[in-house]
């Protein structure tokens, strides 16, 4: 069985290859027959189930924080950030 290797090794030995330093021919999953092999992912089909329901210690909260408006943003020019604003430009 062949080991995979991770993310972050194939991309330093990608590194390698491109700089020079590297010859593909060392590069771990190299065929001579098929060049590169397994250079690229498997696509893997896989289903997610939600589950809508609502947990029994949060029941009509929920709603509660979908309905509530945002911070409203108000100027204070007379604010301490305001000053420190003023005094720095």
């Not at 593909?24 to 589950?51: K, W």
Request: net charge negative; hydrophobic share 30%; no cysteine.
């Amino acid at each position: 069985r062949v080991q995979r290797m991770s993310s972050p090794e194939k991309w330093e030995a990608q590194q390698l290859i491109n700089s020079g330093v590297l010859p593909v021919s060392a590069y771990p999953t190299f065929d001579e027959e098929h060049g590169l092999m397994g250079n690229h992912e498997t696509e893997e089909e896989l289903e997610v189930e939600l589950n809508e329901d609502e947990p029994t210690f949060l029941k009509g909260q929920t709603k509660l924080s979908a309905e509530v408006d945002p911070v409203k943003i108000v100027k204070n020019p007379d604010g301490s950030l305001q000053r420190a604003a003023m005094t720095q430009s």
